[in-house]
């Protein structure tokens, strides 16, 4: 389907829900992501407990139906399409690549973004203090702080000349980051060598060409469908002895040496509070973009021990939580 039709088809499905909308005792949220549902059960749970706060409850007085795109981007658009043509929701919870075709077809139905990125740089608002239109949400800036995750292993390996990168290269943010990391890992003297994975089949040809470059360490991009696997990348970076960061606590509580980033658990719940407003009657013209303001650096000191690693003490100091 091309992209001008489907916008047509999902631009015209969503006016026809609202005369419907009425007639329902319990409303109904969309829960859009391009995530795996494996592994995301702690950020389901951080959106349920936003709605609580705000007074609803699933299954008692709000429905959510959820849709998850197992990391294949190219599913997020007809997800899309049947929430809106078919479930009647009254408010769209949607990371960024949901978000985005969403913001291109609709203006009636209430979208409440997550995102790592900046919304205004990809056209989801004019700005964080006045969304605009029917979009609004939460950001970490989680992509912003990539190139400081190189930074920071450049400080735990002062020798090392080669470096990689795990990207998700149908993320349709990839271009602009690798920009970023490029740039940096020329400032930082680190050859980059990007890895590409799309789906879990290809972690352990990534982990394997990791090997034959004999890469000193591995940067994970932020992505849904790795945030959804940080276990299984946890374990593939303990077994391969990779010193790996990546964007969030789990990673690291699962094994992983170090992560860096805005909490994504807190904007999934920041995201059900928004949700639970809008529900209620709010705009989200009137609700600002909010930021994750806390960025934490978590260091897992048991795996640096296991990898022979010496963790400088002003990497420590700047360290949030040390896991023994």
Known sequence: MRRRDFISLIGGAA??????????QMPVVGFLNSSSSDGFSYLADAFRQGL????????????????????QYDRVPIMALELVSRLQVAVIVANTPGA????????????VFTMSGDPVQVGLVESFARPGGNVTGITQLNEEAAPKRLQMMRELLPAATIIGVLVNPTNPQIESLLKDLHSAAYTLGFQLHVLNASAERDFDVAFATLAQLRASALVIAPDGFFLSKSEQLAALAVRHTVPTIFQDRPFVTAGGLMSY??????????????????LKGEKPVDLPVQQVTKIELIINMKTAKAFGLTVPITLLGRADEVIE
Do not use: C, F, M
């Not at 609803?56 to 959820?66: F, P, R, S, W």
């Not at 969403?102 to 009636?108: D, F, M």
């Open 100 to 111: 985005r075709v969403l913001k291109a077809a609709i203006t009636t139905i209430p979208i």
């Open 261 to 278: 980033g805005g909490s994504t658990a807190d904007s999934y719940r920041l995201a059900g509070v928004y949700t639970g407003r809008i």
């Open 52 to 71: 609580k706060e705000t007074g609803y409850v699933e299954g008692q007085n709000v429905a959510v139906e959820y849709r998850w795109a197992e990391g």
């Open 15 to 24: 006016a026809w829900p609202l005369a419907a909308h009425a007639q329902q």
